[in-house]
Every structure is written in structure tokens, then in C-alpha cells.
């Protein structure tokens, strides 16, 4: 699981809720901002993550399971 990856399932779960990022963030009870791309690195070019609380937020504002959010990130499949 990679930096872009999550966010792209924050973007795909928020377009399954008829949702921009920003309205997904809104309804959550967070800053319409808090998913916006400028705020996905940081000005030294770390990447930032999303908080666990941010996820639990969307989760829980939309009824949604883990596994529901979990089904937008794509899974790799390791040779053991």
C-alpha cells in the first residue's frame, strides 16, 4: 500500500458517495480542505498521510465498513 494509493481510494470512496473529496471531508466534520491535493506533501516534498482519524471520520459519516474503504486500494500480490 503506497502514499498514492490511499489517496486515490479516498478520492474513488468519496466519488461512490456522490461526493467531491472536499463534500466527503465536509460531511465528515472535517475542513473541506483536509483531502485537498496541495495538502498531500508537505513544502519539503515528504509525503503526508492521512490521519487514521480522518479515515475513521469518512467511515463513520457514510455508514461505510473498513473493508468497504479498504476495496479501493489495490492489493499486491506477493510471491512468498
Known amino acids: 500500500m503506497t502514499h498514492e494509493d490511499v489517496w486515490s481510494a479516498i478520492e474513488k470512496f468519496a466519488i461512490e458517495h456522490n461526493m467531491s473529496c472536499s ?3 465536509k460531511c465528515s466534520g472535517l475542513d473541506p ?3 485537498n491535493k496541495s495538502k498531500r ?5 515528504q509525503p503526508r498521510w ?19 474503504f479498504t476495496k479501493f486500494i489495490p492489493s499486491q500480490n506477493v510471491d512468498r
Not at 506533501?41 to 516534498?45: D, H, I, L, T
Not at 492521512?50 to 468497504?68: C, Q, R
Open 23 to 25: 463534500g466527503l471531508a
Open 33 to 35: 480542505t483536509t483531502f
Open 41 to 45: 506533501w508537505s513544502k519539503e516534498g
Open 50 to 68: 492521512p490521519s487514521t482519524n480522518s479515515i475513521s471520520k469518512i467511515l463513520s459519516s457514510t455508514g461505510a465498513s473498513l473493508e468497504d
